[in-house]
Every structure is written in structure tokens, then in C-alpha cells.
């Protein structure tokens, strides 16, 4: 499985990849905004947005991408390694498990949980 991070800490970033290669994901990290997000986010199968560290413009960009692909969205405002691990269990859990810390932010089609 292969997730996007978009917003988060540059600090962070070796952290964020450290836990994804613990759960057997494959992390993309974009801290910052760059030219053709969107395009970059078309090749993943979840999205997770750190919401406190991120452009309104940079949100509404990977939110509209992942959309147009039918692809998860998890929305949490901090942006820990304990929250992406939170995240990550939800994505590669089981379906159905709830998170008190990372809550559903759009319709996730791929595992029926929702909003």
C-alpha cells in the first residue's frame, strides 16, 4: 500500500518513513507545496492531510485530487509520528475500527467507513 502524507513537519519526515516502513507501507511525504500536487497524489491509494501545518490552497489541492480518483482521505489537525501511527492503523486495520485521534474526514469507499 502506498500513502501520501501532505502538510506535516520537515523535522519529521525520516520519523513519518520510519513508521510506514514498520506497518509495510510506503510513504510520500510533501511538506511543502509544490507545482503538480495533485498529479503526484493520482498514484496512491490513501491520503492522509496534516491539517495545522498546511495552506488552505495546499488542503483543498490534495482533497480535490484524491476526489477526482475515488482515493481514501484522513484528515487530523496534529501532525505526530502517534497520529500518522493512528492513521496508518486505520488504513491497514481492520475495516470498521474506530480512532479517537484521527478521525474520517471524506468518504473512504476502499474500506466502507465513512465521514
Not at 518513513?17 to 507545496?33: C, D, N, P
Request: include cysteine.
Amino acid at each position: 500500500m502506498c500513502v501520501a502524507v501532505v502538510g506535516g513537519m520537515d523535522r519529521l519526515e525520516r520519523s513519518y518513513k520510519a513508521e510506514a516502513e514498520r506497518q509495510g507501507v510506503e510513504l510520500r511525504v510533501f511538506t511543502k507545496s509544490k507545482a503538480g500536487l495533485g498529479t503526484r497524489l493520482k498514484a496512491v491509494d490513501a491520503v492522509v492531510i496534516f491539517t495545522g501545518k498546511m495552506s488552505h490552497r495546499m488542503k483543498n489541492e490534495a482533497v480535490n485530487a484524491a476526489k477526482s480518483k475515488n482515493i481514501p482521505v484522513i484528515m487530523a489537525h496534529s501532525c505526530g509520528v502517534c497520529t500518522l501511527r493512528e492513521c496508518l492503523d486505520r488504513l491497514v486495520g481492520q475495516p470498521g475500527e474506530e480512532c479517537a485521534r484521527c478521525p474520517v474526514a471524506a468518504k473512504v469507499p476502499a474500506t466502507g467507513l465513512r465521514a
